[in-house]
C-alpha cells in the first residue's frame, strides 16, 4: 500500500492541524496497525501515534497526551492526526507509516523498524 500525508503548514502556537494520511487507491486498512512519527531537526523520528488493526486501540507520546488525537477512517482508506494546542516543540516532519497486523500490537509502542511502508513526509511549523 503506497501512503500519501498532506495537512502540513505553519501554525501558530496555540492553533491546531489536522493530518491526513490517504492509502492508494483500492487499498483497504483493516489489517493495517498506522502510525504517525515525526523528525525535529537535529533530532532522531519519533513515534507520534498509532492505532491498531486489531482493536482499534491508540498510542500516543506523552508529550501530545490530551492534545492530539489519532483516528482512521476504514472506508475512505485515510488516517487522520488532530494536533490541538500546537506547542513549537512540535514543529517537525511528520510521516505516516504502515505494516500488516494479523497478530499481535504494533501499536503497543511503535518501533519505526517494525513499519515497512511510509508516506512522504508534510512539514508542521508552529511558529509566532
Known amino acids: 500500500v503506497q501512503l500519501q500525508a498532506s495537512g502540513g503548514g505553519l501554525v501558530q502556537p496555540g492553533g491546531s492541524l489536522r493530518l491526513s494520511c490517504a492509502a492508494s487507491?483500492?487499498?483497504?486498512?483493516?489489517?493495517?496497525?498506522l502510525a504517525w512519527f515525526r523528525q525535529a531537526p537535529g533530532k532522531e523520528r519519533e513515534a507520534v501515534s498509532c492505532?491498531?488493526?486489531?482493536?482499534?486501540?491508540?498510542y500516543l507520546a506523552d508529550s501530545v497526551k490530551g492534545r492530539f488525537t489519532i483516528s482512521k477512517d476504514n472506508a475512505n482508506a485515510t488516517v487522520y492526526l488532530q494536533m490541538n494546542s500546537l506547542k513549537p516543540e512540535d514543529t517537525a516532519v511528520y510521516y505516516c507509516?504502515?505494516?500488516?497486523?494479523?497478530?499481535?500490537?504494533?501499536?503497543?509502542?511503535?518501533?519505526?523498524?517494525?513499519?515497512?511502508?511510509w508516506g512522504q513526509g508534510t512539514q508542521v511549523t508552529v511558529s509566532s
Open positions: 487507491s483500492g487499498s483497504t486498512l483493516n489489517y493495517y496497525a
Open positions: 507509516a504502515t505494516r500488516v497486523e494479523r497478530e499481535g500490537n504494533f501499536c503497543w509502542y511503535p518501533m519505526e523498524y517494525e513499519f515497512d511502508q
Open positions: 492505532i491498531s488493526a486489531r482493536d482499534d486501540s491508540t
